[in-house]
């Protein structure tokens, strides 16, 4: 099949489509984590004494000893085996942003030829995946490759299902052999450690005496597009970068703003339902979809969770959104950017810090003493995101994501903080000492009877901040649709680790010397003057906020992933993760290497369709039509007829400037020699991606004067609208 036939054939299919509504649909209580052996499982399964000791390593991260784990593997393959399970599988977190698997069977035979099934604790507690596939940022010579995963015993074990087999799936840590960290888990373990004591410390010197763990949450809201498959199929571009290299604006686009919670198409609501249900059979506490910005483009939302399961569960969650929809005859495009001129995706992460004992930290609180502690762990977010503003560029920063910061529809390349009108204006009155001498001390509300009644209606929301306080969590909505979660979350724990240290720090002083009030008060205004250049809360869009920003704040305005990974480089952020325990100078260093090679693959990947489809697709479309215009004018003038020619001159002038396009690309792709990371990513970010945009340019006004019969890819009104 070639050219429009292809998509001739494609609509026909889309609008012939049987819907195929799954017939699994149950009620929520029979299926709700029926496939998870979670607490309320091995309640049922295990000894009392063996419950209480796994139980404490779940709520506490703590070790299981060798024992109970031989109890739990033997419980847990009793449930498996029940549910038909052959399979099991370590699961993981690599440097990548996706998932890693490595199935094994229960199966062994004995000496009668029997097979029999087999899982101990060892085996359950650790795997040894052979790990030199996976990217270390050379962490590890290739002759000591191995590595190993080892079960996380706080995120649950759970089941997946295909249609021929079930495999037991059991969330790991991914370490070298000499112990340093090659996936996102540990990292995100150690950061909520560190998290805790910080957090701890300041509990303590404000006079809480019952301090349970402090734990982060996270609820990640995901934006999706849906193309369907057969457009998609005849769409390489789509299908090996997840985006489109080419293609002319539709003539209708996100204009009229009618699709932003408009009505779901059904076809897309039996997906979403399907979607749903195998999450609650995970676990995953589903709670919102909707229609999204851009046409095409849909948002699905669980409830937050403890950071380290929602991290497991938004991966998982990528998974089987991208699963189902191939069976419903869709591709789910997780990209940032699928479609030019059109909004993007991405994800909002949800954040905050609380325990059982003082409840969500970042909530205000219902007394002037709980708004204490809310103030310091606000002016610790403050603080953290002024101080490291360039660390939570970096951990956001990803080939795809490029193309939304600082395009005029996302959260911009600057990162500060939104605290709203009444939480802007007391942190304000701090820092300008307002609230020090007449209002200090005895039982008065400090001004923060103004924050009780924190206005919490979405409306007011500014949607313009990268990093915005939302009532009772902090929303990071700068993270890329398709990246994981747990870069953001360990960049924002850690941060939030060291604030409060200083915090902690300069609070002892500070008590020595008055009452709690004036000493919270006194160290959030130092806190203030160093750091409350990052509040903002006007437009973040505006011409005027990059020139403020950046000329009067001193904050930095980051464009590319090229500029903003170094940061991971500098000796500060180092000293962060070094001294809080998160990640040592080579785990750093590593994360640099990988991401940094990421982009660079990212984009050659891209520059190389982009030749293959301009040379091998579009020029010979246009040629064809050339050569069809040609014979028509041929034929008239024999008739004594004349033709106008500027379309042909038009088709002939963009198809040259095209193809000298892709041949300063491929040129300009030969380049091999870089004198470090950092030049070969810019090479990219600027050199290539331009030649990129060059080449895409002619291309896409070929497409608007090639006849529509001739053209072969499908357009972007096609993918876009017909579903
Ligand atoms: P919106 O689109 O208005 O931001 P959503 O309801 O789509 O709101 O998503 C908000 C997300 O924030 C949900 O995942 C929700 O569970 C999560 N969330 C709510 N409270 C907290 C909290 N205290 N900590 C972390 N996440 C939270
Ligand atoms: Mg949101």
Redesign the pocket.
């Known amino acids: 099949m070639s050219g429009n036939e292809s998509r001739l054939q494609a609509i026909y299919q889309i609008t012939n489509r049987e819907p195929s509504a799954s017939d699994k649909t149950e009620p929520l209580g029979n299926i709700w984590a029926c496939d998870v052996f979670n607490l309320a499982t091995m309640e049922d399964s295990l000894s009392k004494n063996a419950y209480k000791a796994i139980k404490k390593t779940v709520q506490t991260g703590q070790a299981l000893d060798p024992a109970t784990a031989d109890i739990v593997a033997a419980a847990m393959k009793e449930w498996a085996l029940a549910k038909g399970v052959k399979f099991y599988s370590h699961v993981f977190y690599p440097l990548t942003n996706v998932t890693a698997e490595k199935h094994d069977g229960f199966i062994i035979t004995n000496s009668d030829g029997h097979a029999i099934n087999e899982f101990t604790g060892s085996l359950l507690i650790k795997g040894e995946p052979d790990g030199s596939s996976f990217p270390n940022g050379s962490i590890r010579m290739t002759n000591a490759a191995r590595g190993y995963t080892a079960w996380d015993p706080t995120s649950p074990v759970y089941i997946q299902h295909t249609d021929n087999g079930s495999t037991l799936m059991i969330p790991c840590v991914f370490m070298s052999w000499t112990g340093e960290a090659l996936d996102k888990k540990i990292p995100l373990l150690r950061s909520n450690d560190a998290m805790n004591k910080a957090g701890n410390r300041v509990l303590s010197l404000m006079g809480e005496d019952e301090i349970a763990p402090l734990n982060s949450?996270?609820?990640?809201?995901q934006e999706y597009f849906l193309v369907d498959s057969n457009f998609a199929n005849s769409r390489p571009d789509l299908l090996l970068t997840g985006r489109t290299l080419f293609g002319a604006a539709s003539a209708k686009g996100q204009q009229f703003d009618d699709h932003y919670f408009g009505a779901i198409p059904a076809r897309v609501q039996v997906y979403m339902q399907d979607v749903e249900d195998q999450l609650y059979r995970l676990g995953i506490p589903a709670?919102?979809h909707h229609n999204e910005v851009a046409p095409g483009q849909f948002e699905i939302?669980?409830?937050?969770e403890a950071a380290n399961v929602a991290a497991d569960h938004q991966q998982l969650m990528m998974t089987t959104l991208k699963a189902t929809a191939k069976r419903h005859g869709f591709i789910c495009l997780l990209h940032e950017k699928p479609f030019a001129g059109i909004n993007g995706s991405g994800k909002?992460v949800?954040?905050?810090v609380g325990n059982s004992t003082q409840g969500?930290l970042l909530d205000p609180g219902q007394t002037p003493h709980d708004n204490l502690n809310f103030l310091l762990f606000c002016g610790a977010v403050i603080r953290g995101v002024h101080k490291f503003g360039p660390l939570l560029r970096s951990v956001i920063a990803s080939a795809g994501n490029d193309h939304r910061l600082g395009a005029n529809e996302a959260p911009p390349a600057i990162l500060s903080v939104y605290l709203g009108d009444q939480l802007e204006k007391v942190f304000q009155d701090i820092k300008d000492g307002k609230l020090t001498d007449s209002q200090a001390g005895g039982e008065m509300d400090l001004g923060l009877s103004q924050i009780l009644n924190f206005d919490r209606d979405?409306g007011d929301r500014n949607r313009t901040s990268p990093f915005a306080f939302?009532g009772?969590?902090f929303?990071f909505r700068a993270v890329g649709s398709a990246q994981s979660v747990s870069g953001p979350l360990v960049a924002m724990n850690t941060m939030l680790a060291d604030s409060l240290i200083w915090i902690a720090d300069k609070l002892e002083v500070a008590l020595k010397n008055g009452d709690q009030t004036q000493a919270v008060i006194s160290v959030l205004q130092e806190l203030m003057n160093d750091h409350g250049h990052a509040v903002f809360g006007g437009d973040g869009y505006s011409s005027e906020w990059h020139e403020e920003a950046v000329a009067k704040r001193g904050l930095k305005n980051i464009p590319t992933t090229a500029d903003a990974l170094p940061a991971l480089q500098e000796a500060s952020v180092k000293e962060l993760f070094e001294s809080t325990g998160v990640l040592s100078p080579v785990e750093l260093a590593s994360r640099y290497e990988v991401y940094a090679e990421q982009y660079v693959l990212s984009l050659e990947v891209e520059a190389k369709v982009v030749i293959d489809m301009a040379k091998t697709t579009i020029y010979p479309a246009a040629v064809r039509y050339l050569s069809d215009l040609s014979m028509a004018n041929a034929g008239l003038s024999e008739m004594g007829l004349e033709m106008d020619n500027s379309t042909a001159s038009a088709v002939s002038a963009a198809t040259n400037a095209m193809m000298t396009a892709v041949a300063q690309l491929s040129k300009a792709m030969e380049k091999e020699e870089f004198s470090d990371t950092e030049a070969q990513m810019q090479y990219f970010a600027n050199d290539i991606l331009s030649l990129m945009n060059e080449v895409r340019l002619h291309a896409d006004t070929l497409e608007t004067e090639v006849s529509d019969e001739l053209w072969p890819l499908p357009k972007y009104q096609e993918m876009l609208f017909i579903k």
């Open positions: 949450s996270c609820g990640a809201e709670k919102t939302a669980p409830y937050f909002h949800n954040w905050s969500n979405p939302t009772n969590r929303e």
